[in-house]
């Protein structure tokens, strides 16, 4: 068992499963609240990322991970699309998602198999240029590990077709 720690959710590796676990982030809105104050430009820029105005943007940055368990299980769900690896299980209204695990991969399996990023995905998603967000099947197949940006699940229902 392994215990990784995203940004948004903690990740444990079980057997042939991953557990995400959505984290609240009341410490980093706490820093973030400073920062606003000495810099009004990051203010902006937090109201551009997370909503149209402060509550919303507070809500969707401290509740970050319960929204992108949420993304990557109805995204999944509702198309079943290859490029991703499966989310399977749901629990508590989001908090907990289950996801077949995937191997890790090397920089160069990424270079040699990755989907044909520029193709399908926007430049706005930063997740797929980072072989860590990627992971591989036990057929050798490479799939995105981590969708739950909004971004990167628009970018992914955008370009459906091109699978």
Not at 43 to 72: H, I, P, T, V
Not at 83 to 111: D, N
Request: with cysteine.
């Amino acid at each position: 068992m392994r215990l990784k720690q995203g940004v948004t959710r903690f990740v444990i590796l079980h057997n042939d499963y991953a557990y995400k676990i959505g984290k609240v982030r009341p410490i980093r809105h706490f820093f973030r609240i400073i920062s606003f104050i000495l810099s009004p430009k990051r203010y902006r820029k937090f109201l551009e990322k997370y909503g149209k105005n402060y509550f919303d943007a507070f809500r969707n940055d401290f509740l970050a991970g319960l929204y992108s368990n949420k993304r990557e299980f109805y995204y999944y769900n509702k198309t079943q699309d290859s490029r991703v690896i499966p989310t399977v299980k749901i629990y508590f209204s989001g908090w907990i998602i289950i996801q077949e695990r995937a191997l890790e991969v090397t920089e160069s399996e990424f270079e040699k198999g990755r989907p044909n990023v520029p193709s399908f995905f926007n430049n706005q998603c930063c997740e797929t240029d980072d072989s860590k967000q990627f992971g591989k099947l036990s057929c050798g197949k490479i799939v995105l590990v981590d969708y739950g940006r909004f971004s990167t699940v628009e970018s992914l229902e955008n370009t459906a077709t091109i699978n």
